[in-house]
């Protein structure tokens, strides 16, 4: 089983949704957190401890997932994904680019 963690800012459109597609998948377990301290569901040390691999939506997520947390990043593997704040919870245009950037990492 793999458990993949997926972080944007606010935890409320982005992560969420990829969390929502991917947790279906065979042998993947899922989460989504929100880096920012006003996120839905907040980022925590737990999250990261639990990941093995981590998925950002953007590289400003990375660089704060990095200076707040870096003593709780063991060798997890974090992937950004360069996907912007533009699209609504369940697009099909965000599940879509999630599907293409995500699945080769999760074979």
């Given at each position: 089983?793999?458990?993949?963690?997926?972080?944007?800012?606010?935890?409320?459109?982005?992560?969420?949704?990829?969390?929502?597609?991917?947790?279906?998948?065979?042998?993947?377990?899922?989460?989504?957190?929100?880096?920012?301290?006003?996120?839905?569901?907040?980022?925590s040390s737990e999250h990261l401890i639990w990941a093995?691999?981590?998925?950002?939506?953007?590289?400003m997520h990375r660089k704060k997932l990095s200076q707040k947390y870096k003593r709780h990043l063991n060798?997890?593997?974090?992937?950004?994904?360069?996907?912007?704040?533009?699209?609504?919870?369940?697009?099909?245009?965000?599940?879509?680019?999630?599907?293409?950037?995500?699945?080769?990492?999760?074979?």
């Amino acid at each position: 089983m793999k458990n993949v963690l997926f972080i944007c800012a606010a935890n409320k459109l982005r992560s969420p949704t990829a969390e929502q597609i991917f947790a279906d998948y065979p042998n993947i377990e899922t989460d989504s957190a929100g880096i920012n301290a006003s996120a839905e569901n907040t980022l925590s040390s737990e999250h990261l401890i639990w990941a093995d691999i981590i998925f950002v939506m953007e590289n400003m997520h990375r660089k704060k997932l990095s200076q707040k947390y870096k003593r709780h990043l063991n060798g997890q593997r974090i992937i950004t994904l360069g996907i912007p704040d533009n699209y609504a919870y369940m697009d099909t245009k965000l599940i879509e680019i999630l599907k293409k950037k995500i699945e080769p990492f999760l074979r």
